[in-house]
């Protein structure tokens, strides 16, 4: 199993990434997967790109937010059947746990990122994609889009990077149940309906659509933005006196900002506030 990748240089927007394709545009990052013959499937080497991607993204402060797609009209297929599912079964425990652990990486990685992350899906979001999907901060769909968590179809249990954990909060345990249990796959229509999609983008407009609304969280207070993200994440942990004293002081140093003063100063002259992420 390849362990290292093409390593990710600084900035972003000068980076050439081998397993995917990457491009930079103001302050968004559009990242593609990009093997449409086989509908996008993700293999050792760029599940450990991606992995080292989303980690640098978290040292380059000229992008604000990310948008994931697929190429060829899916999102991906998941584990590359040849590529990733063949070679586990000659593995032993040791390498199976090495490459389990480094698929998890991934999820930690988009987590940890600051920027928000929306995934655009279209076509198939299958296993490993699905993943990817639901580990984005936002997802938007075209309208035959299908998303299936596929792990039990191969034997596995649902339990893969982190799925128990966050399927649950975005969808319901009864319903996250269901999906994991089977393996089916969950219409466009249906992800809307449970919450698992924003909203449905007709296919054509999609990716100009994900772009749209990143380009609108990009222009805003990046600091404010990294700390929602954070909180959402640290609160699945806390009750809610916690939260509630967490996010007092969240807020406070939200409010030491200079954007937070700059939008005081736009509003008091009725006008908009142009973000500088200070």
């Known amino acids: 199993m390849t362990q290292f990748a093409n390593p990710v240089t600084l900035p972003?927007?000068?980076?050439?990434?081998?397993?995917?394709?990457?491009?930079?545009?103001?302050?968004?990052?559009?990242?593609?997967?990009?093997?449409?013959?086989?509908?996008?499937?993700?293999?050792?080497?760029?599940?450990?790109?991606?992995?080292?991607?989303?980690?640098?993204?978290?040292?380059?402060?000229?992008?604000?937010?990310?948008?994931?797609?697929?190429?060829?009209?899916?999102?991906?297929?998941?584990?590359?059947?040849?590529?990733?599912?063949?070679?586990?079964?000659?593995?032993?425990?040791?390498?199976?746990?090495?490459?389990?652990?480094?698929?998890g990486e991934l999820v930690k990685a988009m987590r940890a990122a600051p920027q928000p992350i929306i995934a655009a899906v279209e076509g198939i979001c299958a296993g490993a994609g699905a993943i990817v999907a639901m580990a984005s901060d936002l997802r938007l769909a075209a309208p035959g889009a299908k998303v299936a968590f596929l792990?039990?179809?191969?034997?596995?249990?649902?339990?893969?990077?982190?799925?128990?954990?966050?399927?649950?909060?975005?969808?319901?345990?009864?319903?996250?149940?269901?999906?994991?249990?089977?393996?089916?796959?969950?219409?466009?229509?249906?992800?809307?309906?449970?919450?698992?999609f924003s909203r449905l983008v007709e296919a054509a407009e999609l990716t100009a659509e994900a772009g749209k609304l990143a380009r609108a969280i990009g222009t805003g207070p990046t600091y404010a933005n990294t700390m929602t993200k954070r909180m959402l994440a640290m609160e699945w942990a806390m009750s809610v006196e916690e939260a509630i004293e967490a996010e007092a002081v969240a807020q406070a140093l939200c409010m030491t900002t200079e954007d937070f003063a700059r939008a005081y100063r736009a509003f008091a002259a009725k006008e908009k506030p142009v973000f500088k992420g200070d």
């Not at 499937?41 to 978290?58: I, W």
């Not at 893969?160 to 219409?187: H, K, N, V, W």
Request: glycine residues 14%; negative net charge; proline residues 4%.
């Open 12 to 103: 972003l927007s000068g980076y050439e990434p081998r397993h995917f394709l990457l491009s930079v545009d103001g302050p968004v990052a559009t990242v593609t997967l990009n093997r449409p013959e086989k509908k996008n499937p993700l293999t050792f080497e760029s599940y450990r790109e991606l992995t080292d991607f989303f980690h640098a993204c978290a040292k380059d402060e000229g992008v604000k937010a990310v948008v994931i797609t697929g190429a060829g009209g899916n999102f991906s297929s998941g584990g590359d059947v040849f590529e990733i599912i063949g070679p586990l079964v000659e593995m032993d425990t040791k390498g199976l746990t090495a490459f389990t652990r480094m698929t």
């Open 151 to 196: 792990f039990n179809k191969v034997g596995l249990a649902g339990c893969d990077m982190g799925a128990c954990a966050i399927l649950p909060r975005i969808i319901g345990q009864g319903r996250a149940s269901e999906l994991l249990y089977t393996g089916r796959f969950m219409s466009a229509e249906e992800g809307e309906r449970w919450g698992f």
